[in-house]
């Protein structure tokens, strides 16, 4: 899966004290075709929710997904978590699409970064 962060162009702005939502999933086979169009529409929903800094998918050699979330605070993840569709999907994919996953939120407590345009490294 392609990255579905809107920043393609530009580096979001990572600062401390942001939320990172880890998602790592596996799909049931059966159920691949119908899990992409399912993710797509959520990728596509979340990015319209305030206090969403970045939102990037991957997967990985071995089939697990990654789905990695910013959020500028607490309440913009918790908005995302409740959001009704997203609410919705995460029924459906525990009944039809995920063989397993897990979840991870995590508070950034230090942000370090890097360009060559820069020449050296920043910290927020």
């Known amino acids: 899966m392609p990255s579905v962060s809107d920043h393609a162009s530009e580096s979001p702005q990572f ?14 086979p059966e159920a691949t075709a119908e899990y992409e169009a399912r993710a797509a529409e959520m990728l596509d929903l979340a990015k319209t929710m305030p206090g969403l800094v970045d939102v990037k998918s991957f997967t990985a050699d071995d089939g697990e997904h990654v789905t990695l979330a910013t959020f500028g ?4 993840q918790r908005a995302w978590r ?3 569709d997203h609410r919705r999907a995460q029924m459906e994919g ?4 995920y063989a397993e996953y897990s979840l991870q939120v995590c508070e950034c407590t230090k942000v370090r970064s890097f360009t060559v345009a820069g020449g050296r490294v920043s910290t927020p």
């Open 94 to 97: 525990r009944e039809r699409f």
């Open 73 to 76: 605070d607490p309440q913009s």
């Open 82 to 84: 409740e959001q009704a």
């Open 15 to 28: 600062t401390p004290g942001q939320l990172v939502t880890v998602f790592r999933s596996r799909v049931r």
